[in-house]
C-alpha cells in the first residue's frame, strides 16, 4: 500500500507512504469541491526520465511535508528536509471517532535517535487538516518545519498574521541566470511587507502574487508577539477559494514563503513548475547545521531548533474556504469551537474550527 486516504463529512486526505507527503486534500463546502494542496506536474511520469540524483522528495513532491531538519542536513546524513520527506511512513492506526477521523503514522528511519509520528485528524464539518508531529526520544537538537504548498492559474493575495519584519538569506536558491530567475535581493530585509527590496533597486509586494513574474524566490517572515494564532491566508484568484495555514508561534516562530513561478530552467523543473507558494512553518534556519549553531535569526531571539529528549511536539493547520469577496482577510481569531474571519469592511464570518487545537499559551516547546 503506496497511499492512505481518510475522510470525515466533506473533507478527505490522502497520504503517500513512500515520503510522508499529503497527496491530496479534498473539501467539499457550500456546493463547492476545493483542494488546496499542490502536486509537482513530473509526479507522474516515467522515474527513468527524471534525474537520477534528485532526492525522493522531490521526485514525490505534494501537498505538505515534515521537514527535519529543514533544508540541508549536514549534522546527520540523509537527503534534502531529512528523512520524514523523503522515505516510508508505517500505519499505526487509523480509525473513525465520534466527530470524524484520526490516523497515527510512524516513520521508518529515525532522526537523531528520535521516533517520529505524524498524526492527522480531520473533524466532521470542519474545512481543515489538524495536525501534529511527536519526536519521541533522540538526543540533539532538530531543526522542523511544515512544507505545505498550494498553486494558482491566476495568481492570488496574501494576508498574514503581524509579522516583526521579512527577510531573505545571504544567498538565493538560484544565483546562476544560465539556470533560474530571482526577483527579490539578497540579502534584504523589510518590516514592509507591501515594500520589499528587489535585485534591481525597485521594490516588490510579498502581499501580490503575480503570473507575469517568472522568478524562484525565498522569504522568511518572523511573527510578532501577538498572543494569537500565525496565520497565512491565500485568496486565489482563478480557484476562488481561500487558502488556510495556522500555526502556533511558540512552536513555530517563523513563516518561509517559497515562490516558484517557472524560475527554473533544469530538469525536472524545466520551466513548468508555476504558480507554485510554499507556505512553510518553521522553528531553523537554513540547514541543520546553521539552526544548531549561532545564526542570524538566534541573533533576533528567534528560537531555531528544538531539543531532543523525552516528547516533543508541535501542531499545524491546513484549510480551505470558498472565497467570497475576491481579497484574503483583515483577521482571524479562533475561539473553542469556531474561527472568526474579519473582511476589511467589518463583515465577519465563522466557520467550524477546534480553537484549542494549536494550544496557543499552552505548549512548552522542547
Known amino acids: 500500500m503506496d497511499t492512505l486516504t481518510i475522510t ?10 513512500t515520503v510522508g507527503h ?25 522515474r527513468a526520465t527524471l534525474p537520477q540524483d ?64 505524524k498524526i492527522l485528524s480531520l473533524r466532521d ?38 509579522k516583526r519584519f521579512a527577510a531573505t538569506p545571504d544567498e538565493p536558491l538560484e544565483p546562476d541566470p544560465a539556470r533560474g530567475r530571482i526577483l527579490f535581493a539578497y540579502p534584504a530585509r523589510s518590516t514592509d511587507l507591501t515594500r ?61 514563503l517559497w515562490v516558484s513561478n ?6 525536472p523543473w524545466s520551466g513548468r513548475h508555476r504558480g507554485v507558494l510554499g507556505i512553510e512553518d518553521g522553528r531553523t534556519a537554513l540547514g541543520h547545521a546553521a539552526s544548531l549553531g549561532d545564526n542570524w535569526l538566534k541573533r533576533e531571539g528567534v528560537a531555531t531548533a528544538f531539543e531532543l529528549g523525552g516528547n516533543v511536539s508541535f501542531r499545524h493547520v491546513i484549510g480551505v474556504l ?9 483577521d482571524i481569531a479562533t475561539a473553542q469551537r469556531h474561527m472568526r474571519i474579519a473582511a476589511a469592511d467589518g463583515s465577519t464570518r465563522d466557520v467550524a474550527f477546534d480553537g484549542d487545537f494549536l494550544r496557543i499559551g499552552r505548549s512548552v516547546p522542547g
Open 22 to 46: 499529503l497527496a491530496d486534500m479534498t473539501v467539499d463546502i457550500d456546493g463547492r469541491r476545493l483542494k488546496p494542496l499542490h502536486r509537482a506536474p513530473w509526479i507522474d511520469e516515467p
Open 8 to 17: 470525515a463529512n466533506g473533507i478527505s486526505v490522502t497520504v503517500d507512504l
Open 262 to 267: 517557472g524560475g527554473r530552467d533544469y530538469a
Open 322 to 330: 470558498p472565497l467570497f469577496d475576491g481579497e484574503p482577510p483583515h
Open 125 to 162: 464539518g470542519h474545512p481543515f487538516l489538524y495536525q501534529q508531529h511527536v519526536f519521541s526520544g533522540g538526543s540533539g537538537g532538530i531543526s522542523v518545519a511544515h512544507h505545505p504548498m498550494t498553486m494558482m492559474t491566476g495568481g492570488g493575495r496574501l494576508a498574514f498574521s503581524p
Open 54 to 117: 534528485l532526492p525522493a522528495g522531490t521526485v514525490r513532491l505534494s501537498g505538505d511535508f515534515l521537514c527535519a531538519p529543514f533544508s540541508r542536513s549536514d549534522v546527520e546524513e540523509a537527503p534534502l528536509h531529512g528523512w520524514p520527506a523523503n522515505s516510508r511512513w508505517d500505519v499505526v492506526a487509523s480509525a473513525a471517532t465520534g466527530d470524524g477521523w484520526r490516523a497515527v503514522f510512524r516513520l521508518q528511519h529515525k532522526v537523531m535517535g528520535a521516533t517520529v509520528d
Open 196 to 256: 520589499f527590496p528587489a535585485a534591481d533597486g525597485s521594490t516588490l509586494d510579498l502581499t501580490d502574487y503575480r503570473m507575469d513574474q517568472s522568478r524562484e524566490d525565498f522569504v522568511t517572515l518572523v511573527e510578532a508577539d501577538h498572543g494569537g494564532p500565525g496565520w497565512t491566508a491565500l485568496a486565489r484568484k482563478a480557484e476562488a477559494d481561500l487558502v488556510l495555514v495556522l500555526k502556533n508561534p511558540a512552536e513555530l516562530p517563523v513563516t518561509m
